[in-house]
């Protein structure tokens, strides 16, 4: 059983629903075909790209959010929590008796993807790589970098990384040794801190460093950005998207992102246990390893025949369209970031609640919250189901909208719209699976 | 449940079959309407910088240089 598995021990119950679930999958797609027939007629100029970025005036609330003190107040105190969490990792212990597994794979890897897609970047300032950098003295105003980082490499060592922590999360390869957590944090902190002293703490951060990468695509969703003055402004949700430069290895990552949750649900549904229920140790490790990138390599395949499609209609190959629209992925992966985890994120986010007061199960009691139950009730099963599917069918909405404001952006009229023929195909087959996943969990 | 539920990805299956093999059919017998979207060749086709006949990667985006 993965981490994900222990710690998602208490969820189930009954769907009580007035139609079969079939019906939603093919009302999900419809719903899709409606909203691309609305684009095609209503949404006639582009609304994101190419649009100016809104300004800042400084104002109280401007200065308290710039504020240099109250900023790193907040590192340091971040920083510190990034110890604890480390330390309590190490400790050889169930998932759920120390606060390290909770905070990791609960309230960070899933919370924060849902804080940045609302609230911007929070990520740039709570990362304690950042923080370690920029104590350290690796940032680039304070010493020139031992080498540029090749621009070849892109976000390559990012979606590597990711690949790493999503393995780690899903195939669990360290299942029967407890604490193994506390080693990959350790390592993943001195890769990050090697790479910031050669290449320069913003280069790594802006291509390398996994987290910042990943949740930097949820960032570009929210309606809250900075100017370049470091005032906060707002913009139309999604539009950030638009402004996401083409680097190597950007689609890459966004690929990860989706098929690694695609696989999360898939490994739960009575389909993955009829096949892989019988094995245990590395035979379950290599199945769970080949079942993950299996499934990335197949929506990676989905969207690379999308994009030959619409690159025989363009005269570009696949490649070309294939990164132009990268970005038209993004809010579906969040949507399968919200309909996979935001239950396991309220339900069993609460065990972090109790662990707080004793991070590393020594009984101690520091905020009176050890004793506190996880409370089942706070969703029922048929909350989660509806949320699933608007949260799957928004996304592939979203997706669908970018898509076609930059078709019309850089395509003649009567080609742009041919382009989305096979992309919005494929989004169907993608949220008719996402939902037949989930609702086979 | 999805062994049960196989036969509900037929059709989303079909429609993107149609829909890929489409454009692909009509390329190959030259029906393809419309002719491709004009590109300048000294722009990067992955982020519109100018490139030059030298550059094997974009300096901007830093893909292989594609006119």
Known sequence: MTVFGILAHGLGGRVDLPVPRWMFVFGAGTALVVSFVALASLWREPRFEGRPERRGHASALQRILTNRALEWTVRMLSLGSFVVVTIASFLPLSPTETIGPVV??????????????????????????????????????????TRAYPKAWGTWPAAILLFGFVWLELADPFADRPGTLGYAIAGYTLITLGGMAVYGRRAWVEHAEAFAVYLGLFTRMARLTRDPDGFVVGRPPLSGLARLEPKPGRLALILVALGSTTFDGFSRSSLWSDW???????????????????????????????MLAAGQITGEGWHVPAVRFAHSLVPIAFAYVVAHYFSFLLIEGQIGIARLSDPFDRGWNLFGTADRLVNLTLLSAT???????????????????????RAIAIYPPGVALRTQYALLAVMIVFTATGLLILSGG | MLAHQGEELLIPALIVALVLIGPMIRQRFGRSGEPPAGRDPGVCAYCGATVTGEDERCPACGFRVRR
């Not at chain 1, 849902?114 to 950042?130: E, R």
């Open chain 1, 104 to 145: 990791v794979f609960i309230w960070f890897w899933v919370g924060l993807a849902f804080a940045q897609a609302f609230l911007g970047n929070l990520w740039g300032t709570l990362s304690p790589f950042d923080t370690l950098g920029r104590l350290l003295g690796f940032d680039e105003s304070e010493r020139v970098p």
């Open chain 1, 276 to 306: 892989t229920g019988a094995l245990a140790g590395l035979p379950e490790t290599l199945a769970e390893t080949a079942g993950l990138l299996g499934t990335i390599l197949l929506v990676a395949g989905l969207y690379a025949l999308a």
């Open chain 1, 383 to 405: 909350t989660i189901w509806y949320a699933q599917v608007v949260a799957i069918v928004a996304g592939h909405i979203g997706g669908v909208i970018l898509a076609h404001d």
